[in-house]
Structures are given as structure tokens and as C-alpha cells.
């Protein structure tokens, strides 16, 4: 099983930047595509970058030049968002997603728990 540890959120005024870490743990054969969600009480969660385990990106239209997602060079389970530009329209909880092969070689997709980001106007 794997578990998620997100950590990286608080408040900012507009204009400022933030950074989201997630670190992956447990027992699993890989990790493959790790993501970042978010989700607002008005909103449906939506889809705010992902990294495939060969560092392909995609963002969504409203993040792309603003955010930047990453993992780890050293250490594939550990993803990061840098936040920049952030407007009050970016505040939401903010959910790390990963689609991992447990050692079963069955595909689990994990959810972290969620960290609050807050941009002030």
C-alpha cells in the first residue's frame, strides 16, 4: 500500500508563490503518474498538473506559465508544485493523486489527504 504525505500549504498574498511537496511511502513495485488536483466547495476536483515517471508534464490551461511540477531526480517518489504568479482564484485544497503497481502488480490510484492553499487579495 502506499501512503502520501503532502505538506507546502498556507497563505499568500496575490502575486506570491508557493511550493507543494508529496512524498510516497510503503510498499509498492513502482510509482508511476503522480498529480496534483484541487478542488474548491463550488468546483469539482480538477486536474492541476501531472509528471509521468519519465518526467512527461501536462497542466491545466489556467496553470500552464504560473506552475511547475517536478520529481525528485534523486528520488522518483517525491513530487513537488512550484506555485508562482498565485491569484485568489488558485485558493482550493490542494490533492496529491498517484497511480502506483503494488507488489501485487495490481494499479492502485492514491489520494493524500489534502493541504489547504489561501491567496489573499
Known amino acids: 500500500q502506499v501512503q502520501l504525505v503532502e505538506s507546502g500549504g498556507g497563505l499568500v498574498q496575490t502575486g506570491g508563490s508557493l511550493r507543494l511537496s508529496c512524498a510516497a511511502s510503503?510498499?509498492?513495485?513502482?510509482?508511476?503518474?503522480m498529480s496534483w488536483y484541487r478542488q474548491t466547495p463550488e468546483k469539482q476536483r480538477e486536474l492541476v498538473a501531472g509528471?509521468?515517471?519519465?518526467?512527461?508534464?501536462?497542466y491545466a490551461d489556467s496553470t500552464k506559465g504560473r506552475f511547475t511540477i517536478s520529481r525528485d531526480s534523486r528520488d522518483n517518489t517525491k513530487m513537488y508544485l512550484q506555485m508562482n504568479s498565485l491569484k485568489p482564484e488558485d485558493t482550493a485544497v490542494y490533492y496529491c493523486n498517484v497511480k502506483s503497481v503494488g507488489i501485487n502488480k495490481r494499479e492502485y490510484d492514491v489520494w493524500g489527504q489534502g493541504t489547504q492553499v489561501t491567496v489573499s487579495s
Open positions: 510503503g510498499s509498492f513495485f513502482s510509482i508511476n503518474r
Open positions: 509528471i509521468t515517471s519519465g518526467g512527461s508534464t501536462n
